[in-house]
């Protein structure tokens, strides 16, 4: 009986095995191409931005069985793989993916985005399309117009007044004499009188000197004075600038994680950093702060660049820590500048010392940013951790990576603007485009002295973060 009604079901299954076959293929092959769409990279990022907004995990659960090929090992590979990241609680953790697809050694790739670089600048380029300028255009003669809410902020010493003097009658050049943005000028030290007179002659605007308080300036009480000066010897024995000036460590800490509790500050949302002797090449004829406002962007920079390894040996794997504690995985923003942190081609050797950062960072001495950024909780969560690390000290952790990490991280790439449209010095780099409003720099031109060329990381934030460089000039 047995051998019958198996030879039987044996035979109704072989009559019915094409139809059974047809069924599996729709419905198989729908849950095997479900299963694929987790790896597609659209469908991640909208599953992992929902995920991190819900905090809902229900969707992991089908491959997180621990069984066949998606259990958790495996699935944390591949994503890693695929898209580059994996945001879970306690399992936070990135990976660089060769997009590009770029071969050979760090020469030969430093060849191949120097060309690249060349090559983009060669686009002549004029003011951003993704907003109707001609709203944000100067005020006429006698017109009312409505600032944004912003101010030029100019951390400096008095015996700056010369050299800040000479940014800030460019800047008022190029671009504000045409609003008329209030100055706010911060220190440690309060301004001499001289200084203040000084600076009224530069420009119309309204100037508030601000002398920045102890609490917020000063080397916190939890670092170790002995760790720091042996630490500070041996950065200084590796010739790492300013390693042993506390001044310039405590400048680093406030610019990361102070300036915008300036109480001066406050009444502020946007700001634009100028520095002593930077230049400014190009006639802006549009308010860049209502630019920003218009487009919901929150930052915006013109120089991107590696930075010195040896000044941030932990700063990613302290982030990491930081990120795989409690539930901080929320913060990720899973459209952000990742990958741009992880680029190990150009210069392979620094991301084996920094534990896998690229250190390419926004210069952070040009800064048009929105302050209410950094004043939310992700970074100042993120800020906090690491100040109580004391490795602004016991290592020379400087605000633009910390700025750059942490926009990269907790930001939408698309809320950060390169303005490009800018021409910019900062000793020994430019940002110089092709753009009929700008004068007195050489287009292209990355750095005054050609051996710096291998610290430009520009390409790589636009090969490996900017969807469409054509979008938005
Ligand atoms: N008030 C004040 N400003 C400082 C101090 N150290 C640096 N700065 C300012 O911080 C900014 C960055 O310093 P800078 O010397 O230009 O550093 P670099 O651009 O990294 O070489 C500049 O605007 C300086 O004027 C300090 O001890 N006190
Ligand atoms: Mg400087």
């Keep these: 009986m047995i051998r019958a009604f198996s030879f039987r079901l044996r035979r109704r299954i072989l009559l019915l095995s094409p139809i059974l076959a047809v069924i599996i293929f729709i419905f198989g092959f729908g849950t095997l191409s479900a299963d694929h769409s987790y790896y597609n990279s659209e469908a991640i990022s909208t599953s992992f931005k929902s995920l991190s907004d819900k905090f809902d995990f229900t969707y992991l659960q089908n491959f997180a069985s621990g069984n066949g090929p998606y259990n958790r090992g495996n699935l944390k590979s591949a994503t890693l793989d695929q898209v580059g990241y994996i945001v879970e609680p306690n399992n936070v953790d990135f990976k660089f993916i060769n997009r590009r697809n770029l071969k050979g050694k760090p020469a030969e790739i430093l060849k191949i985005n120097e060309e690249r670089y060349k090559e983009i600048f060669k686009k002549e380029i004029t003011e951003p399309k993704d907003f109707d300028i001609d709203t ?30 000479k940014s800030i009658r460019q800047f008022e050049k190029k671009f504000n004499s045409k609003f008329n943005y209030p100055y706010t000028f911060l220190n ?35 670092v170790d004075p002995e760790r720091q000066k ?7 024995k590796h010739n790492i600038a300013y390693a042993k000036k506390e001044s310039y460590h405590n400048m680093c800490r406030f610019y990361s994680g102070n300036f915008y ?20 090449y190009t006639n802006i004829k549009y308010d860049v702060f209502k630019y920003l406002e218009g487009t919901k962007k929150v930052y915006g920079f013109t120089i991107n660049l590696y930075d010195i390894q040896e000044t941030v040996k932990t700063l990613w794997p302290e982030t990491l820590n930081f990120l795989n504690q409690k539930d901080n995985y929320k913060y990720v923003n899973v459209n952000g500048a990742h990958q741009w942190l992880l680029e190990n081609l150009q210069n392979p050797q620094i991301n084996k010392m920094t534990g896998g950062y690229s250190t390419c960072h926004f210069w952070s001495n040009f800064e048009i940013a929105d302050m209410d950024f950094f004043r939310g909780e992700a970074y100042n969560e993120w800020f906090k951790y690491l100040d109580s690390t004391g490795k602004f000290y016991y290592e020379r952790w400087g605000d633009a990576p910390i700025h750059s990490m942490g926009l990269a991280l907790f930001a939408d790439k698309k809320q950060i603007h390169w303005f490009r449209d800018i021409g910019y010095f900062h000793d020994p780099y430019y940002n110089c485009p092709r753009n009929p409003e700008t004068q007195l720099c050489e287009t292209s031109k990355f750095s005054k002295w050609e051996h710096l060329a291998d610290q430009n990381c520009m390409v ?9 460089l054509d979008a938005i000039y």
């Excluded at 600076?199 to 000063?218: C, G, Q, R």
């Excluded at 790589?460 to 469409?468: A, C, H, T």
């Design 261 to 280: 509790n300036v109480p001066e500050l406050q009444k502020y949302r946007y700001y634009w950093r100028i520095e002593p002797d930077v230049k400014f």
């Design 460 to 468: 790589n934030y636009i090969d490996n973060v900017m969807d469409d």
């Design 230 to 236: 042996k630490e500070m010897e041996i950065m200084d």
């Design 136 to 165: 944000i255009r100067p005020p006429k003669e006698g017109e009312n117009y409505v600032l944004a809410n912003a101010t030029i902020i100019a951390l400096v010493r008095n015996h700056e007044s010369s050299m800040i003097g």
């Design 188 to 222: 440690d030290q309060p301004f001499a009188e001289s200084f203040k007179r000084r600076m009224a002659k530069y420009s119309n605007a309204p100037m508030e000197f601000v002398t920045i308080s102890p609490e917020l300036w000063n080397r916190p009480d939890f």
